[in-house]
């Protein structure tokens, strides 16, 4: 099993700066034959079923804002923030699925500080 | 309009069994690929089980053997069997579509979520 762990578990930005979450994974998640990273991240608001905002570790999902981008490759990625919004307070989760079976990190809490 | 409405959830004892479902409105489930995952209390995320555009299935090792993923063509709605029901089961158990334009486990539209609790 490919375990994804997600550091920090907590972070408070101020509005305006950069918010920035690592995702590690337990073996690399890039495919070779077609050099493409099998991550993807959501984003979960309080109540609210979560939203997909990136996949292949760096494409975002159409219609989300360009402030958020994805980078890395092969077991250590990061999501970054660039100006963070109050709209932007949510719980971030990063995704495998380079295996049959999927899973997600434990999320990462972002609040405004 | 794209919509998913999950709906079966309640309370349940331990070692029960109970049946959830997700209705789909605007695209057809039996073209997609169908996700469950589900929600502790509190926790993160676990991908559940998948139904595949050809029907073919996939489980989370944590429920092999306790739930069933079928489909209702005629209802476009999926169904998420539940048996041998236990406490750690507690979650809300949301339906997800996969993305068939990236890869079917790219989970790109949510339902709004159904709880369900294990207890006596």
């Known amino acids: 099993d490919i375990v994804m762990t997600q550091s920090p578990d907590s972070l408070a930005v101020s509005l305006g700066e950069r918010a920035t979450i690592n995702c590690t994974s337990s073996?690399?998640?890039?495919?070779?034959?077609?050099?493409?990273?099998?991550l993807a991240w959501y984003q979960q608001k309080p109540g609210q079923p979560p939203k997909l905002l990136i996949y292949?570790?760096?494409t975002r999902e159409s219609g989300v804002p360009d402030r958020f981008s994805g980078s890395g490759s092969g077991t250590d990625f990061t999501l970054t923030v660039s100006s963070l919004q109050a709209e932007d307070v949510a719980v971030y989760y990063c995704?495998?699925?380079?295996?049959?079976?999927?899973?997600f990190g434990g999320g990462t809490k972002v609040e405004i500080k | 309009e794209v919509q998913l409405v999950e709906s079966g959830g309640g309370l349940i004892q331990p070692g029960g069994s109970l049946r959830l479902s997700c209705t789909a409105s605007?695209?057809?489930?039996?073209?997609?690929?169908m996700n469950w995952v589900r929600q502790a209390p509190g926790k993160g995320l676990e991908w559940v089980s998948l139904?595949?555009?050809?029907?073919?299935?996939d489980y989370a090792d944590s429920v092999k053997g306790r739930f069933t993923v079928s489909r209702d063509t005629s209802k476009n709605t999926i169904y998420l069997q539940m048996s041998s029901l236990r406490v750690e089961d507690t979650a809300v158990y949301y339906c997800?579509?996969?993305?068939?334009?990236?890869?079917?486990?790219?989970?790109?539209?949510w339902g709004q979520g159904t709880l369900v609790t294990v207890s006596s």
């Open positions: 995704q495998q699925y380079y295996n049959i079976l999927t899973n």
């Open positions: 292949w570790a760096s």
């Open positions: 605007g695209f057809t489930v039996s073209s997609n690929y």
């Open positions: 073996q690399s998640i890039l495919y070779s034959s077609n050099n493409k990273n099998y």
């Open positions: 139904i595949y555009s050809d029907g073919s299935v």
């Open positions: 997800a579509r996969g993305s068939t334009s990236h890869h079917h486990k790219v989970l790109n539209f």
